[in-house]
C-alpha cells in the first residue's frame, strides 16, 4: 500500500525511483540513497522517511557532491534554518541544475522565507492523495 502511494510521488519530487525507509533499511549496504523527505501519507498519523534510489556502490563524482550539499541543504531545512539550507541547495543545483529533489527544496526555502512555518511544524510533507 505504501509503495503505491510512494511510486506517485515521484513526479512531486523529479525523481525516477523512491523507496520508504523500511525498504532503506534493507538495502543501504548494498545502494546509494539519500533521503528526500518525510511524509505522512493519507490514513496514516506516523510520517515516514522516503528515499530516492540513486545508485548501486557507488555513483559519479558530480552526483556525489551535489548529494553532500543536498543533505547539508536537507539538514539546515529540517533545523528551520532556510537561509542556509538555500545556499547548500543553490550550490547543488549549481552542479545539477536538473535535480528534481534540490528545485523542489530550493522552492520550499523561498517559500518559506516568505512565510515562515508555524512554531509546530514538524517538517513532514502531508501527501493529501492516495
Known amino acids: 500500500n505504501?509503495?503505491?502511494?510512494?511510486?506517485?510521488?515521484?513526479?512531486?519530487?523529479?525523481?525516477?525511483?523512491?523507496?520508504?525507509?523500511?525498504t532503506?533499511?534493507?538495502?543501504?549496504?548494498?545502494?546509494?540513497?539519500r533521503e528526500v523527505d518525510w511524509v505522512r501519507v493519507k490514513g496514516k498519523a506516523q510520517p515516514v522517511k522516503i528515499f530516492e534510489l540513486c545508485g548501486e556502490n557507488t555513483v559519479e563524482k558530480t552526483l556525489q557532491t551535489t548529494l553532500l550539499h543536498f543533505e547539508e541543504g536537507y539538514k539546515y531545512y529540517h533545523q528551520r534554518n532556510f537561509d542556509k539550507a538555500l545556499k547548500s541547495f543553490e550550490e547543488a543545483a549549481r552542479i545539477s541544475p536538473e535535480d528534481g529533489p534540490t528545485r523542489l527544496y530550493i522552492q520550499r526555502c523561498h517559500s518559506f522565507q516568505e512565510a515562515p512555518p508555524p512554531p509546530q511544524w514538524d517538517g513532514v510533507y502531508e501527501m493529501k492523495t492516495k
Do not use: D
Not at 3 to 22: H, M, P
Not at 24 to 33: G, K, M, R
Open 2 to 22: 505504501l509503495g503505491s502511494r510512494l511510486e506517485g510521488i515521484n513526479k512531486q519530487y523529479g525523481t525516477r525511483i523512491i523507496i520508504s525507509e523500511f
Open 24 to 33: 532503506h533499511q534493507a538495502i543501504s549496504t548494498t545502494f546509494i540513497c
